[in-house]
Nanobody
Framework: QVQLVESGGGLVQPGGSLRLSCAAS????????MGWYRQAPGKERELVAT???????NYAGSVKDRFTISRDNAKDTVYLQMNSLKPEDTAVYYC???????????????WGQGTQVTVSS
């Protein structure tokens, strides 16, 4: 089985920064795309940023130029550096990864448990 464990959430003032981490563990042959999503109270889960195995990134318009997604393939870890945080960034942030467990298996979508990010003065 595969697990995704997030860390780095918390309370920060507007204009501040946070760095989220998500480490994958378990039976992993290859990790394809990885990403971050978020869900605010009363709203649907939305994409924040994704990164392919080759490093190509994609961002939601609301976070572009403020957030940076990166990955360390040697550590099976994806990061989200969040700068210039705004109250509207408050949400539970979820890590997502598309993972092949063996050479011959199909890839499967995995989700982390979520980490709370609160931006408030």
């Amino acid at each position: 089985q595969v697990q995704l464990v997030e860390s780095g959430g918390g309370l920060v003032q507007p204009g501040g920064s946070l760095r989220l981490s998500c480490a994958a563990s378990g039976r992993i042959f290859r990790i394809n795309a990885m990403g971050w999503y978020r869900q605010a109270p009363g709203k649907e889960r939305e994409l924040v940023a994704t990164i392919t195995g080759g490093g190509t990134t994609n961002y939601a318009g609301s976070v572009k130029d403020r957030f940076t997604i990166s990955r360390d393939n040697a550590k099976d870890t994806v990061y989200l550096q969040m700068n210039s945080l705004k109250p509207e960034d408050t949400a539970v942030y979820y890590c997502n990864a598309d993972i092949k467990s063996t050479l011959y298996s199909l890839s499967t979508d995995y989700w982390g448990q979520g980490t709370q990010v609160t931006v408030s003065s």
